[in-house]
């Protein structure tokens, strides 16, 4: 029985160390990988064969983005990607040329930080060319 009792007390001595440890590490850091806050915050301009697409992108954390994309085409098809060069911007304004007339677009932002596709944040518009 006296055993049992030690190896009951190493168990709860361990759990101690190892619960203060993980409260004493998550204390006062920031995650530097939160998604960042993306929108479409309008759509304007638009004509037979263009349309200009306005962003926004407010960071959530220190981190730098990696990525940052508008991503536009019909809706069910595969959608044509353009790279947005400056990842630092709050405002981009993109604009789209050579649409086709009469269609329904789906344009949406997506942007993140260095692990990919886990930290993707999208925002939707859709649009119609006269």
């Known amino acids: ?18 619960m203060a440890g993980v409260l004493t590490g998550c204390q006062g850091k920031e995650p530097d990988n939160l998604e960042p806050l993306l929108d479409i ?3 304007s301009g638009i004509t037979r064969t263009e349309a200009i697409i306005t ?6 954390g220190p981190g730098n983005l990696t990525f940052l994309s508008l991503y ?3 809706p069910g098809d595969v ?3 353009l790279k947005l060069p400056d990842l630092d911007a709050e ?4 604009h ?5 007339a009469g269609t329904t677009y789906e344009c949406y932002i997506a942007g993140g930080y260095r692990y990919g596709i886990a ?10 060319t006269q």
């Open 119 to 128: 930290d993707v944040a999208r925002s939707a518009v859709y649009y119609n």
């Open 55 to 60: 962003a926004s992108i407010q960071k959530q």
């Open 41 to 43: 915050a309008d759509v």
């Open 1 to 18: 029985m006296a055993a049992g009792r030690w190896i009951y007390i190493r168990i709860m001595i361990i759990t101690s160390v190892l």
């Open 79 to 81: 959608p044509a990607e």
């Open 91 to 94: 405002i981009h304004t993109i």
């Open 72 to 74: 536009y085409g019909e």
């Open 96 to 100: 789209l040329r050579e649409l086709k």
